[in-house]
Each structure stands twice: as structure tokens, then as C-alpha cells.
């Protein structure tokens, strides 16, 4: 199982991004798929999560201003994220609670995309 993250880029303050993030390889199905965020020197924080059945829950940072959702079909998860500042800065990392097919059985891992780098300029 992979995650593919994309949709990063460079942009000013009060701009938008799309990122994207999408599962692939023996998936049964995929619980909850979120977005995390780490600058230099911090821990990785949540930004925001998105359940199977599409409830979510964002950090106080970013309420008002992205919106995470999900296509099932697709085992993609995306965050809209708009009205951009500086602060936004960071790599976002997406993450997945996936129930994975093996010859052993079914088995739920957490995995992690590559990450991908987001800047916004003043």
C-alpha cells in the first residue's frame, strides 16, 4: 500500500492550493484519511481528518479556511486549502488507516504519504 501526496507548490498569502492524496495497492477499505503538517524544529500537528462516512474536524488554525474531503471510489482524500498565510507553511504529510489484503488475512495498518512542501509568501 502507497500513499501518493501532490498539489504543493509555492503561492502568496491569501492565494489557494489543492493537495491530493491517493491510496493504492491490495486496499479493502480505508478508515480515516487525514492531513498533518511539520515545520523545522516542531512536531507534526493535525490539520485535518475526514471519517469514511465524511464527518471531519479541523484544527482551530485552520477552521474557516480549508476543507478536507474524500472520493471513496478512488481511495483519494484532498484539503482545499484557501485564504493561505505565511503560517501555513510547512510540508503536509497525508495519513491513512488502511484494512490491507495479505495472504494471511486482512490487517488495518496507519501509513503515511512522502509529504509534499507547501510555501506561502507575504
Known amino acids: 500500500v502507497q500513499l501518493q501526496a501532490s498539489g504543493g507548490g509555492l503561492v502568496q498569502a491569501g492565494e489557494s492550493l489543492r493537495l491530493s492524496c491517493a491510496a493504492s495497492g491490495s486496499i479493502v477499505s480505508i478508515n480515516i484519511m487525514g492531513w498533518y503538517r511539520q515545520v523545522p524544529g516542531k512536531e507534526r500537528e493535525l490539520v485535518a481528518v475526514v471519517t469514511s462516512g465524511g464527518s471531519t474536524n479541523y484544527a482551530d488554525s485552520v477552521k474557516g479556511r480549508f476543507t478536507i474531503s474524500r472520493d471513496n471510489a478512488k481511495n483519494t482524500v484532498y484539503l482545499q486549502m484557501n485564504s493561505l498565510k505565511p503560517e501555513d507553511t510547512a510540508v503536509y504529510y497525508c495519513?491513512?488507516?488502511?484494512?490491507?489484503?495479505?495472504?494471511?488475512?486482512?490487517?488495518?495498518?496507519?501509513?503515511w504519504g512522502q509529504g509534499t512542501q507547501v510555501t506561502v509568501s507575504s
Open positions: 495519513n491513512a488507516d488502511i484494512r490491507k489484503a495479505t495472504t494471511g488475512g486482512v490487517y488495518e495498518h496507519n501509513y
